[in-house]
């Protein structure tokens, strides 16, 4: 899954591919999402923010 285009993503299905990645590529580490997909890690959070989800570090997804 490419997320180049996220931002005319719905965000609760970004939010859930996100979190996939993150668990299965990542292990919870959104740096190293953002640089893999080279998009802005601000946006993406902005994008997800707004429908309610926020990073939580320590579970290292959005929730």
Do not use: C, H, Y
């Not at 993503?9 to 999402?33: A, C, T, W």
């Amino acid at each position: 899954m490419n997320l180049a285009n996220f931002e005319k993503m719905d965000p609760v299905m970004l939010m859930s591919i996100v979190n996939m990645k993150l668990r299965d590529d990542f292990g919870g580490d959104l740096d190293q999402l953002v640089v893999f997909f080279d998009i802005d890690k601000t946006s993406l959070e902005a994008k997800l923010s707004s429908a309610g989800f926020d990073f939580l570090p320590e579970a290292g997804q959005f929730r």
